[in-house]
């Protein structure tokens, strides 16, 4: 059966079916709850969240289900928060940002103290919380955090957008990689190398990392349906990560307009760029993907223009 895999046996879920996380604000318990009751494994995007809002999610999640399912962090660059941020960088961006802010009708945002949520603090409650699987992504967590996750039971997920980069959460003792195929939707979550020189299809990422590593593969990018699933475990993958799909669900934290875009012919019409946060990520293509792609260089690196 296609559904007995190492994945589904390990983590006791009848379907190995992966609703990838969104982080920035887009998860939502409901749709975790729901993919986790249907038999599939929901995940929770929690990188904006802060410690105390991560055990209050954990807390509803568990309201709602008492099916496995798995807890997402990005893995800070160091000392990411404190970054030392130059006047003149901040002062040309407003210039170039300032018509859209205008457009909008919205404000300005002041040089925050920090420019992401501290990693420790976040870890902290995901151990206290035990939930089922921890995943990452941007990295690998520091041994002394898997040996944490390892002792409390919780099994450990990373992500990996080349050969070399599943090969080194392999050798961390991660449970499961992800092998995430420049397909798929959100930032792409290169560590090793630059994002832009990471950029290897699923159908030629899979196979590969499968013959590289001894950890279950958990195929992204692209799988929407179950012709792409079966083409996944062809390629033997034991499980799929799909995102966009689930994104489009009623019980996902996507706004209106998000919403209708994935459902219009523009959802076809997909870019990678790093103007919205200074990562390379896939999003639908608009006028400020475009207008701003003359200026990429000039804009700050993840996560300050975040
Ligand atoms: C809006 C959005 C946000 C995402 N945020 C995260 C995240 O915070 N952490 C993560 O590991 N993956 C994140 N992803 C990746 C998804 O979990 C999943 O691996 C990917 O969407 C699979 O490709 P697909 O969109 O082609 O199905 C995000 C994807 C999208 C579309």
């Not at 040996?147 to 997920?157: H, K, Y």
């Amino acid at each position: 059966m296609w559904t007995d895999t190492e994945m589904t046996r390990r983590l006791g879920i009848p379907y190995p079916i992966i609703q990838g996380p969104f982080g920035g604000g887009l998860s939502s318990a409901r749709l975790l709850a729901a993919v986790s009751e249907a038999g599939g494994l929901g995940s929770f995007g929690a990188n904006n969240l802060s410690a105390d809002k991560i055990t209050q999610v954990i807390d509803e999640i568990r309201t709602l289900t008492d099916k496995p399912f798995a807890i997402n962090l990005s893995i800070p660059i160091e000392d990411s928060e404190r970054l030392a941020i130059n006047a003149d960088v901040i002062k040309e961006v407003t210039t170039l940002l300032a018509p859209y802010y205008n457009q909008l009708g919205v404000q300005f945002p002041a040089v925050p103290d920090r420019f992401g949520q501290d990693f420790d603090a976040q870890m902290d409650a995901i151990l206290a919380a035990r939930p089922p699987v921890f995943s990452f992504v941007f990295g690998i967590p520091r041994t002394d955090v898997l040996q944490a996750c390892r002792d409390r039971g919780i099994l450990t997920c990373g992500t990996a957008t080349t050969v070399d980069e599943a090969v080194a959460i392999d050798a961390a003792g991660v449970d499961f990689v992800v092998a995430s195929g420049f397909e798929a939707g959100g930032h792409r979550g290169s560590f090793l190398k630059p994002a832009e020189e990471s950029l290897m299809g699923t159908f030629a990422l899979v196979p590969q990392v499968v013959r590289r590593v001894s950890i279950p593969v958990i195929a992204a990018g692209g799988i929407a349906d179950g012709h792409g699933i079966a083409a996944a475990f062809a390629l033997g993958a034991k499980a799929v990560q799909i995102g966009t799909a689930f994104l489009a669900c009623d019980e996902s934290g996507t706004e209106a307009l998000h919403r209708e875009r994935l459902f219009s012919a523009r959802a076809g019409d997909t870019v990678l760029s790093r103007v919205f946060s200074g990562r390379l990520a896939r999003g639908i293509r608009n006028e400020f993907i475009d207008e701003m792609r003359a200026h990429e260089v000039q804009l700050p690196q993840y996560p300050v223009q975040n």
